[in-house]
């Protein structure tokens, strides 16, 4: 009557062994460390790097309590976090600007158990610390960037109207249209002025030419910085959620800054890297009539000629783009990697929106045998990742950017371009580690109400329940191991309100069985067999267990859906915890007293109080 198939036995046991298994690794802690990896994907990650690492610390005597080469780069643990700021700046100073030295805190696992997929859970900045960016966003650079975009705007608009100008540039924040004519230049105002009111617009003479200057008035260039500040913290949520980072706090500090902390975080270097990179993409035209070999030797001399910008392919050749820019990032709708069914090669393929996709055809329509030039642009820096030609008009907004160098890189680059080009870009200006906001006291204190209240519930149950409260709080340490191995499984963050939650899922947890065992006790009045009233006290029991945790279920979802940071991890551990309650106070208890009584033969008396 009390006693487990042979299937249901062997999976109680192996759950219980995977639990014990996957939380392990919260018992070994951590070990302050540095992460060195190249700044680009396109750089080597080899053994002559591991070499040259190892090489700078022994050189300044540095201890290290282990150095290694992994997928990322190289991580070398230390024994204390002085050890490691000066391991860190050591390496900086050292290693060429290629390479991104961060600081990291490594598990001391044992290989065998990473080897298997088992790693602690990450712990908040309350409890554990993380990673703690101070991003400075270039105001100037938004301005740039705003009225280089009125500069293809105008040569639009005008074009549309039929109005003749002589140029269009862009001198810092005012663009420049040059007439040879004043009527032009009186349809050209009176067009600018009622398409763009925000615009101060000037008129000048230079030379023959008339000029038209058209600048962001102070309303402007406020709703421009703010938009950009907004911008930017919307995009580095989206590129936080690509890192999988649970509770992130990004906050504006002040007109021009932002704060971002992101707790629980392992890999800091490639959070840093992928918070810091400004990858915007641009579309522009080569110019195949000034490409000759003696400009081209010239432009890479610094020489460009006018109306074209001279940059550099992957292979170190200059290549002479038209200084028009045909399409850029912000008509990118979404970016993925992938293969060149051909050549094989990683690509970048990206979808653009109606607008992007309508101009991009045109452009092709109009340059069939002429090449274009994709640029990444990044820190500044400008690269022609390729320079396809055209060989027919392209349409449907879906474009290809091959040259990618591997499958990592068109991996980046997608993201990057996938959660959004930044409006202007974000230099960090603060990184640290962050140690337990709230005091290592309060954080031991945290972990001993929860042991305290487990040891009084232990107390309590034994003493009332005699053997079966004993089999209770067996099941209650079962159910803690069980949490803590699903959150470790999940890689979940644990905050102070995610602990709170474990101490709530005990004393919740535990009801399930005085439920049980009350149950028990009345059966055994009723004059039933122990036998009987074992059986009949479990099943009985499990519609009560049932409807009071669904409930408290149904709170917890609530909680997640509607609440937001400290909330959400408190209702994560919420309803994790309710569900290996319920199975540890209803399928592991009974194993445990199906094993201890189910096998006697002639049970008289149950040890319940």
Known sequence: MNRYPLWKNIFVVFMILMGLIYAIPNLFGESPAIQVTPTKSTSKIDPALLAQVEQILQKEKIAYDGIYLDARGVKARFANTDTQIKAKDLLQANLSSDYTVALNLLSRSPDWLRSIGAKPMYLGLDLRGGVHFLLQVDMKAALDKAAERFVGDFRTALRKERVSYAGVTREGQTVQIRFTSAAE????????????????????????????????????????????????????????NELGVAEPIIQQQGMDRVVVQLPGVQ????????????????IRLVDEEKSDAMTLEKAAQGQAPIGTDAFKDREGRPILVKKNVVLTGDYITDAGPGVNGQTGQSVVNVTLDARGARVFQQVTRENVGKRMAILLIEKGNTEVVTAPVINEEIGGGRV????MANTQEATDISLLLRAGALAAPMDIVEERTVGPSMGEENIKRGMHSTLWGFAAIAVFMIVYYMVFGGISVLALGINLLLLVAVLSMLQATLTLPGLAAVALTLGMAIDANVLVNERIREELRSGNTPQASIHIGYDRAWDTILDSNVTTMIAGIALFLFGSGPVKGFAVVHVLGILTSMFSAVVVSRAIVNWVYGSRRKTTHLSIG
């Open 185 to 240: 230049l009186a349809k050209a105002r009176k067009i600018i002025s009622n398409q763009y009111p925000d615009l101060t617009l000037k008129d000048s003479a230079n030379g023959e030419d008339i000029v038209l200057s058209a600048s962001l008035n102070a309303v402007e260039q406020k709703r421009i910085q703010e938009f950009a500040l907004k911008q930017n913290i919307q995009t580095l949520h989206n590129r936080i």
């Open 267 to 282: 890999d800091t270097a490639k959070a840093k890297e992928i918070l810091g990179r400004t990858a915007t993409l641009e």
């Open 400 to 403: 290809q950017i091959s040259g």
